[in-house]
């Protein structure tokens, strides 16, 4: 069973920039999408960015222009580069591949906190 593995969470203070990544432990074979999801204390999970397999990037409407998402094919790798953070933005963030099958693989988790 493929396992993605996140990293790169952590404590930073408003404004800073943080980078997330998820990297699969093996090949995972039609890839539909890329994703991350966060979820916050007494909220349900939502969606952040999401980048597909042709390379079509989406954002959820709150992280437009601070967040960026890409890959690296190579390195079976996908990124979440966060700038200008929010205590909003507090959360634990999940990494989700979704193939063409509508199986969906996730990650652990990994925890990002903005506060002063």
């Known amino acids: 069973q493929v396992q993605l593995m996140e990293s790169g969470g952590g404590l930073v203070q408003p404004g800073g920039s943080l980078r997330l990544s998820c990297t699969a432990s093996?090949?995972?074979?039609?890839?539909?999408?890329m994703g991350w999801h966060r979820q916050a204390p007494g909220k349900q999970r939502e969606l952040v960015a999401t980048?597909?397999?042709?390379?079509?990037?989406n954002y959820a409407d709150s992280v437009k222009g601070r967040f960026t998402i890409s890959r690296d094919n190579a390195k079976n790798t996908v990124y979440l580069q966060m700038n200008s953070l929010k205590p909003e933005d507090t959360a634990v963030y999940y990494c989700?591949?979704?193939?063409?099958?509508?199986?969906?693989?996730w990650g652990q988790g990994t925890q990002v906190t903005v506060s002063s």
């Open positions: 093996g090949i995972i074979f039609n890839i539909y999408y």
């Open positions: 980048i597909t397999n042709g390379g079509s990037t």
């Open positions: 989700n591949w979704k193939n063409l099958y509508g199986f969906d693989y």
